[in-house]
């Protein structure tokens, strides 16, 4: 997808914030383009894996739509493995045919590595995060 710094600025923040748990949320896009970052909370509280709670999804979810954008990705991030789907990832991906995976990749420090996925039917493809100004 395309996203502007300070959208994508944002989720490093969180990703950074909840560290050394995973953080996770949502991207609503508009033909493709991000247009707004709805942080979640990680229920589970974990550093291996993320859950939303189904009542915070669904308000989250419906607002997007009521906006009249859609749902483009589902982000979280991995703060001590590589930013790469994980089994996990993919089992979960597989309730959300066409949703981005983004990742936010915290284990090389400095410098977090975002990245995005499509897993269609346990295929992983990387897609381009593109930096829109
Ligand atoms: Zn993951």
């Given at each position: 997808?395309?996203?502007a710094?300070?959208?994508l600025?944002?989720?490093?923040?969180?990703a950074r914030?909840?560290?050394?748990?995973?953080?996770c949320?949502?991207?609503?896009?508009?033909?493709?383009?991000?247009v707004?970052?709805?942080?979640a909370?990680?229920?589970?509280?974990?550093?291996?894996r993320?859950?939303?709670?189904?009542?915070e999804?669904?308000?989250?979810?419906?607002?997007i739509?009521?906006?009249?954008y859609e749902l483009?990705?589902i982000?979280?991030s991995h703060?001590r493995?590589?930013p790469?789907?994980?089994q996990?990832?993919?089992n979960?991906a597989?309730?959300w045919?066409?949703?981005?995976?983004?990742?936010?990749?915290l284990?090389?420090?400095d410098e977090?590595?975002?990245?995005?996925f499509l897993?269609?039917?346990?295929?992983?493809t990387?897609?381009?995060?593109?930096?829109?100004a």
């Open positions: 997808m395309r996203i710094q300070d959208l600025d944002a989720i490093v923040d969180h914030r909840d560290a050394p748990n995973e953080c949320g949502m991207v609503a896009t508009d033909d493709g383009a991000a707004s970052v709805h942080a909370e990680n229920t589970a509280a974990s550093p291996f993320f859950e939303v709670d189904g009542l999804l669904h308000r989250t979810l419906t607002g739509e009521d906006a009249g483009g990705a982000y979280h703060t493995s590589e790469y789907p994980s996990t990832d993919v979960f597989a309730n045919p066409g949703v981005e995976w983004i990742i936010v990749g284990a090389n420090g977090p590595l975002v990245r995005s897993i269609d039917d346990g295929v992983i990387e897609v381009p995060v593109e930096r829109d």
